[in-house]
């Protein structure tokens, strides 16, 4: 069962029902995801209801200090048992998000540290970061820029600051493709032919 704002619903219910409610949700029989205001009256008695949370920013510093959560305020940065993870939306559902098709541009820069993967692939050329530095004014305005498991670092510093991948993990068989200024997932089937 998933109750969102589970702070306004104690609050709309009043005194003696929020008590119920609290009750309630002690002896329910399935798992329970919550989401709740750090800052809520209920929350030590909700706390008490939870077996792990999810602490994601909180505004207020003596609040995120005592919850033990994150200083910067990126989007969906969390943190759980002790460590920083990056939530995101895929959908309305949790299925694996479907990849558009994206097909492949005249010219294509293939970035990896697996060259020999995209051997004989038709139509791109292949660099390390390494080398895409030293190339990067030929390919960065007429290339598409496929990122093959590349760490965002890595690409960072290959494109002299200008490519910055969002934080979150590519699907296994896609790849992230960056065409004018915009990032895009692709399957890497079509590049490999």
Not at 18 to 47: I, V, W
Not at 86 to 91: A, D, I, K, N, T
Not at 129 to 139: A, F, G, K, N, S
Not at 183 to 192: G, T
Request: charged share 25%; net charge negative; aromatic share 6%.
């Amino acid at each position: 069962m998933v109750l969102d704002d589970i702070h306004n619903t104690l609050i709309t219910a009043g005194l003696d029902g929020a008590q119920f409610l609290l009750d309630l949700l002690e002896t329910a029989p399935d798992s329970l995801l919550m989401a709740s205001d750090a800052g809520s009256k209920h929350h030590r008695a909700l706390s008490r209801l939870v077996q792990h949370d999810v602490i994601l920013y909180v505004d207020k510093v003596e609040t995120r200090t005592s919850l033990g959560g994150l200083d910067d305020a990126v989007p969906g940065r969390a943190k759980f048992r002790g460590e920083t993870l990056q939530l995101s939306r895929v959908g309305d559902s949790f299925s694996r998000p479907r990849v558009p098709r994206i097909q492949p541009g005249p010219a294509t820069a293939i970035v990896t540290r697996t060259p020999e993967q995209w051997h004989g692939a038709p139509n791109v050329e292949v660099y390390s970061p390494e080398q895409l530095v030293l190339t990067w004014r030929d390919v960065c305005d007429t290339h598409d820029i496929v990122l093959d498991e590349i760490s965002a670092m890595d690409i960072r510093q290959a494109s002299a600051g200008r490519i910055h991948p969002p934080p979150l993990p590519v699907p296994e068989g896609s790849v992230l493709l960056w065409r004018r200024g915009q990032f895009f997932l692709a399957r890497k089937a079509w590049w490999r032919g």
